[in-house]
């Protein structure tokens, strides 16, 4: 299932970050409409479940005892205002929804929604091919690694000259596909996480290849990653590798590595952070709304310092929208994905005023051709386009899309962390601001991290 982007009237993108409930006040009509076709495209396994927020936990058991929908499980942890219910197998999900929404006791409800991603391969771009074995922070990593074309033009050798030790602080939270925990370059910095498509500790990724048709071979396969509505948020490929390549088929897992990709940019930039990885979207590229706010809601609870989030939603979530706002208030940065449909347009989480959105860009500093654009989407852009980075058993991929210009910024912000441990979200916006401007349509501009840590270091700390 696939959503285009949400062309809205003026007055609706100036109040896209205010709560909105379905099926309540003014807007009841209009919204139980809107949620209603998007739950006439959704998979028939999708289509009953629903994110219901209740005034309190004790409240669940009769909004169930009065609908008949099951209880699946809470999604906000001990606050216990936010549950996912399960429609019976019998009633229509429309009707579903407006049974709940008229429910004593429900405060809000939305769909909790699903799709599924394609994509297609550009060149092996020739810093994938440079394997030349080099130092970096206790482990050897192929040169065409640290020094590519994106990292020239985000200025990572400047940063590091001019502010050494700036070299990462506190957890970047990765809520992703998961992180392969044996990648060596990875290890050192990897917390163990939690996976919420099997609602277990851990996070690796490469725990879904027991769930690939097609076994594991050897060789060049390119591995398929798309962006599609509420999933990972990719462009065209992620080329692996060729001469220790041991991936799967990208028919089969279309988004298999893009977490332990994701995690590897982050780790370029900010090599002495700590990475929480959180799997809310499964290798075929398939996740709901619910683990993603179950994802934010436990890197909350693990106090993570940076939200790391390389995909965009089907719509608009007002859960989402309250669990970002809450994590801005804890003091959490949220860097999300533009998306890949080469639009003006609105993409959420990216678009909300708590997180930074991000587009892509060449490495000629122009606008990627397929990249989201626009003052209300975007806040800053960064390389994503052939970027080298760290891919499951322990070998290295080439990738483009927004999902891989995000953690450039999340990077940064784990980088100036270092400068000022108490940097929040309006502190490191504010500083990744001050960019190269190459188009207005590019927000503040492309990423420049020298510049934005002298604007986020106070004077003479790090001398």
Same mark, same amino acid.
């Given at each position: 299932m696939y959503f285009s982007c949400l062309k809205l009237p003026l007055r609706v993108m100036e109040r896209r970050c205010s709560p909105v409930t379905f099926g309540f006040r003014t807007t009841r009509l209009v919204s139980l409409l809107f949620v209603a076709v998007l739950i006439s495209g959704m998979p028939a396994e999708a289509a009953g479940r629903f994110i219901v927020?209740?005034?309190?936990?004790?409240?669940?058991?009769?909004?169930?005892?009065?609908?008949?929908?099951?209880?699946?499980?809470?999604?906000?942890?001990?606050?216990?205002q936010l549950y996912l219910l399960n429609t019976p197998d019998t009633l229509d999900p429309v009707v579903g929804l407006n049974i709940l929404a008229n429910t004593l006791g429900v405060i809000a409800v939305e769909p909790d929604l699903v799709a599924h991603t394609a994509g297609s391969a550009p060149a092996i771009p020739p810093a994938l091919q440079d394997t030349a074995p080099t130092d970096y922070y206790g482990a050897t990593v192929p040169h065409g690694y640290v020094d590519q074309p994106a990292t020239e033009k985000i200025r990572l050798a400047d940063l590091r000259t001019t502010f050494p030790t700036a070299t990462g602080r506190g957890v970047v939270?990765?809520?992703?596909?998961?992180?392969?925990?044996?990648?060596?370059?990875?290890?050192?910095?990897? /917390?163990?996480?939690?996976?919420?498509?099997?609602?277990?500790?851990?996070?690796?990724?490469?725990?879904d290849i027991s769930l690939f048709s097609a076994p594991l071979v050897t060789g060049v396969q390119p591995v398929w990653i798309d962006g599609g509505s509420g999933?990972?948020?990719?462009?065209?490929?992620?080329?692996?590798?060729?001469?220790?390549?041991?991936?799967?088929?990208?028919?089969?897992?279309?988004?298999?590595?893009?977490?332990?990709?994701?995690?590897?940019?982050?780790?370029?930039?900010?090599?002495?952070?700590? *990475?929480?990885?959180?799997?809310?979207?499964?290798?075929?590229?398939?996740?709901?709304?619910?683990?993603?706010?179950?994802? *934010?809601?436990?890197?909350?609870?693990?106090?993570?310092?940076? /939200?790391?989030?390389?995909?965009?939603?089907?719509?608009?979530?007002?859960?989402?929208?309250?669990?970002?706002?809450?994590?801005?208030?804890?003091?959490?940065?949220?860097?999300?994905?533009?998306?890949?449909?080469?639009?003006?347009?609105?993409?959420?989480?990216?678009?909300?005023?708590?997180?930074m959105g991000v587009a892509s860009t060449t490495n000629d500093d122009q606008l990627s051709s397929f990249s989201n654009y626009g003052p209300q989407l975007v806040w800053v852009a960064a390389p994503g386009e052939g970027v080298v980075t760290t891919y499951p058993f322990s070998t290295y991929a080439a990738t483009w899309g927004t999902s891989f210009s995000t953690p450039f910024v999340s990077g940064l912000a784990a980088a100036m962390l270092s400068a000022n441990p108490v940097m929040n979200q309006s502190g490191s916006a504010g500083a990744a601001a001050h960019a190269q401007s190459i188009d207005p349509n590019a927000g503040h501009g492309r990423l420049d991290l020298l510049r934005a840590l002298q604007a986020a270091t106070p004077s003479g700390l790090f001398q």
């Open positions: 927020r209740v005034a309190n936990r004790s409240v669940i058991p009769l909004v169930s005892l009065l609908t008949g929908f099951s209880v699946v499980e809470p999604i906000d942890g001990p606050a216990g939270a990765v809520i992703d596909t998961g992180v392969d925990p044996s990648h060596p370059v990875l290890r050192p910095v990897l /917390l163990p996480g939690y996976d919420f498509t099997r609602n277990q500790a851990g996070a690796d990724e490469t725990r999933l990972v948020d990719q462009s065209t490929a992620a080329v692996v590798d060729q001469s220790t390549a041991a991936v799967v088929d990208g028919q089969q897992a279309p988004d298999f590595g893009h977490g332990t990709m994701v995690a590897g940019i982050i780790h370029l930039v900010a090599p002495t952070a700590r *990475i929480l990885p959180i799997k809310v979207f499964r290798a075929d590229g398939s996740g709901y709304t619910s683990d993603i706010l179950r994802g *934010i809601y436990y890197a909350m609870s693990m106090r993570a310092n940076v /939200l790391n989030m390389s995909f965009h939603l089907a719509a608009y979530s007002p859960e989402v929208a309250t669990a970002l706002s809450l994590a801005n208030l804890a003091g959490t940065i949220s860097v999300a994905a533009a998306g890949n449909d080469g639009q003006q347009c609105l993409r959420y989480p990216a678009a909300l005023s708590t997180v």
